[in-house]
Antibody, heavy 119, light 108 residues
Framework: EVPLVESGGGLVQPGGSLRLSCAPS????????MNWVRQAPGKGLEWVSH????????YYADSVKGRFTISRDNAKNSLYLQMNSLRAEDTAVYYC????????????WGQGTLVTVSS | DIQMTQSPSSLSASVGDRVTITCQAS??????LNWYQQKPGKAPRLLIY???YLQTGVPSRFSGSGSGTDFTFTISSLQPEDIATYYC??????????FGQGTKVEIK
């Protein structure tokens, strides 16, 4: 059983917006730091964003800073990635991943959701 | 940002062969290195953390070693189910967390 399930991907025009969600199960979501990692078609892995367990500490990759916003609702057991001003180069499968040590050791990953930015 | 360089980018080996992948960091990252396996169409799977610690449930034919800037990932006896792309990732200096470009392992 995959303990993380992403949703919200789809086709969007350049300049558009999309909100991804990640629903965890089988563990106490509020205790873990979380990340978004993406993979462009046929390419490698790229870390996108990180949020601490209580949401107080957030980091972004330079490539998305100012356009993407990570957030979480521990009461609703949900992780989000709000993506604005989307570009063709944002086209990728987006994975949410649990950080087991709170420092970048990603032990559980969702199955991913595909975001395609195209006119 | 710390750059991670993996080699080779791809390799072909026979079942039972010993397979070795290297990962070099652009600066000292101590032992803050992970290895992931990604099978086609699937999410990455954590195999090794802290350079040499096997994640729970991972077969013992997988191992990792190294510290500082130079790291090695080894499959002691390649199995058909090991066909995948393998990535190293540093977590010493963040953000950003950075991955190597990947090594695709195929069966000869």
């Amino acid at each position: 059983e995959v303990p993380l399930v992403e949703s919200g991907g789809g086709l969007v025009q350049p300049g558009g917006s999309l909100r991804l969600s990640c629903a965890p199960s089988g563990f106490t979501f509020s205790r873990y730091e979380m990340n978004w990692v993406r993979q462009a078609p046929g390419k490698g892995l790229e870390w996108v964003s990180h949020i601490s367990a209580n949401g107080s500490t957030i980091y972004y990759a330079d490539s998305v800073k100012g356009r993407f916003t990570i957030s979480r609702d521990n009461a609703k057991n949900s992780l989000y990635l709000q993506m604005n001003s989307l570009r063709a180069e944002d086209t990728a499968v987006y994975y949410c991943a649990r950080d087991i040590l709170g420092a970048g050791v990603l032990d559980y990953w969702g199955q991913g959701t595909l975001v395609t930015v195209s006119s | 940002d710390i750059q991670m360089t993996q080699s080779p980018s791809s390799l072909s080996a026979s079942v039972g062969d010993r397979v070795t992948i290297t990962c070099q960091a652009s600066q000292d990252i101590s032992n803050y290195l992970n290895w992931y396996q990604q099978k086609p169409g699937k999410a990455p799977r954590l195999l090794i953390y802290d350079a040499s610690y096997l994640q729970t449930g991972v077969p013992s034919r997988f191992s990792g070693s190294g510290s500082g800037t130079d790291f090695t990932f080894t499959i002691s006896s390649l199995q058909p189910e090991d066909i995948a792309t393998y990535y190293c990732q540093q977590y010493d200096n963040f953000p950003p967390w950075t991955f190597g470009q990947g090594t695709k392992v195929e069966i000869k």
